[in-house]
């Protein structure tokens, strides 16, 4: 895995995430942004790690997987370029709730969350506007877990 100096307001300004973001909450966040490089099957991090981080990812793709009772690691969801990566990170205790590994190589910017978490605090505006984004991400998660969910435990068809 190879790490070098991160994002910028332009770059993070550019994605889908962060569109309409007022350009010095962008500056702040790309100021705690690191890019990345990673191999396939690199593990992110495993359900029930520490959370510190959010990734951004720039390219390649991540599975998100949950340990399932009898079945293992199941894959609930598959998050393509431009997709966020994490939010445990916000939210206490700071454990993640999933794992998540590359499918392939991939390219991302790294956020520190306790650098993140303290520019929420200073700013509240910027604080809000990150809990709304990382929300809609959390509720976007929660279905696709449900609909795998459901897909791993349906009934089988049963003739008439």
């Known amino acids: 895995m190879e790490a070098t100096n991160g994002g910028t307001r332009e ?3 550019e994605e889908r995430f962060f569109a309409g973001m007022p350009g010095r909450h962008l500056a702040a966040l790309a100021a705690t942004a690191t890019a ?8 992110f991090f495993e ?5 510190g981080h959010f990734w951004l990812l720039r390219s390649g793709t991540v599975a998100l997987d949950l340990q399932v009772p009898g079945r293992g690691a199941v894959v609930v969801e ?3 370029p431009s997709s966020v990566l994490g ?3 916000m939210f206490p205790p700071h454990i993640w709730r999933f794992g998540a590994v590359s499918l ?7 956020f520190e969350g306790a650098e993140v978490r303290e520019l929420c605090a200073a700013d509240l505006r910027l604080g809000y506007d990150l809990t709304l984004r990382f929300g809609a991400v959390l509720l976007d998660r929660l279905e696709a877990t449900r609909v795998r969910v459901l897909d791993l ?5 049963r003739p008439a």
């Open 47 to 51: 359900e029930g790690w520490a959370a």
């Open 11 to 13: 770059t993070l300004a």
């Open 87 to 89: 939010w445990s990170w």
């Open 153 to 157: 435990y349906a009934a089988p068809d």
């Open 104 to 110: 392939g190589p991939v390219r991302a910017l790294r």
């Open 36 to 43: 990345m490089d990673v191999p396939a099957g690199h593990r």
């Open 78 to 80: 598959t998050l393509p």
